[in-house]
């Protein structure tokens, strides 16, 4: 740290993002990517904007916010893109924070940091026995209300009734739900935007429509919403989404169902593969999204993850008090997940062999 900088980040703690291995060939399970590369047209609508990249990109992402506003359902007023998901949930925090915030004990990491950044209060809520977020909790907080829906890294999701609930109890503070992983199984609120003025969604194309590294996502609420967010965009940075990415955007929305068909391929390895790491003695919550965390009683999380990459496949652990006997596993292809399964048996027998060693 240099003498130079502000006072009200000293102490900050960033978020660490998953390892992003350079050169050594790994099967990657670890950041909840697609394991599918972008389609032709994704990649030579890039190259084609790559063309033109000596001009400034559009900074209203007019075409791509039509392409999203036709997609959800929605009007143009009531969407906007954004630099990966990240950074429209940076912005609502920044935006709706001032009575506080709240959101689950266990989630996406960078909600804390979000919270630390713009000095808001937190209010952390455990989650339940079951790795469950108990919509109750959340009634009636009068502060912004964050929740990923499915959430991470549990998988688990609430229905749109129990999100509606938590919407109608709290009238005066803004509900955000990052709905990273919805397309892998759970339903959407996007519809609910239209009848309540204080829902905003966040959606993000690094999970279901294979543009992690392109970085885009999607804030639709109200109008009112969106032009508070807008202002805060315009006020960091109007060009938030290069060219390169809104002409992907936009090719990836006229290939939609491609992208769902994708999302219902791993959705269905996800539960092959639930099916056999339970048949091998793993104990998990039930997952909506496109990764599984995982435990099992005779080895622990870290020995998981470090048996798993031996072996060559890379999935992340939290050295976090609750979650450390876990590990998180992405949902890759189905030889991927044929691979994850075998290493992870090899690992349980050499975990029993030294134990009757012992
Ligand atoms: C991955 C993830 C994000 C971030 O998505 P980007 O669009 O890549 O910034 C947001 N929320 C949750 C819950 C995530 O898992």
Redesign the pocket.
């Known amino acids: 740290m240099s003498r130079f900088l502000h006072t009200r980040y000293t102490g900050l703690k960033a978020y660490v993002p998953g390892e992003q291995p350079k050169g050594e060939r790994l099967i990657k399970l670890n ?2 990517e697609s394991p599918f590369p972008p389609s032709m047209s994704v990649k030579e609508a890039m190259a084609a904007a790559a063309m033109g990249a000596h001009l400034y990109c559009d900074p209203e992402c007019r075409l791509l916010r039509e392409k999203a506003a036709q997609c959800y359902g929605v009007g143009l007023e009531n969407v906007l893109a ?8 940076s912005f609502a925090f920044m935006a709706f924070g001032e009575k506080g915030v709240a959101y689950p004990s266990v ?2 990491g ?1 909600y804390s940091v979000f919270a630390a950044l713009y000095g808001l209060d937190a209010k952390v809520v455990p989650l339940d026995a079951q790795m469950g977020i108990n919509p109750g909790d959340y009634e009636g907080l009068n502060r912004l209300i964050v929740l ?1 829906n ?4 549990t998988g688990r999701a609430l229905s749109v009734e129990e999100i509606e609930g938590i919407l109608q109890t709290n009238p005066e503070a803004v509900v955000v739900i ?1 709905e ?2 919805v397309d892998f199984g759970a339903d959407t609120v996007i519809p609910l935007t239209k009848v309540y003025d204080n829902l905003l969604v ?6 279901s429509h294979s543009l ?1 590294g392109a ?3 999607f804030g639709i609420a109200s109008a009112a919403l969106i032009e508070d967010l807008n202002l805060i965009r315009c006020s960091t940075n109007p060009y938030n989404v290069n060219s390169m990415t809104q002409a992907a955007g936009v090719a990836a929305f006229d290939e939609n169902e491609v992208s769902m068909n994708r999302c219902r391929a791993v959705a269905a390895v996800r539960d092959q593969t639930a099916e056999r790491l339970k048949e091998l003695g793993f104990e998990m919550p039930p997952s909506l ?1 496109n990764f599984l965390f995982i435990r099992h009683a005779s080895v622990g999380g870290q020995r998981l993850y470090a048996g798993l990459r031996e072996r060559g496949i890379l999935v992340r652990h939290f050295a976090t008090p609750g979650l450390k006997d876990y590990i998180r596993v992405s949902i890759g292809t189905e030889g991927q997940m044929e691979a994850m399964v075998r290493a992870t048996e090899e690992i349980l027998q050499e975990e029993a062999y030294a134990q009757s060693e012992r």
Request: proline share 6%.
């Open positions: 950041t909840n954004f630099n990966g998901s990240d950074e429209v949930l989630s996406y960078f990923a499915p959430n991470a890294p990052d990273a992983y966040t959606r993000t194309f690094s999970k992690a970085r885009l996502g999204a």
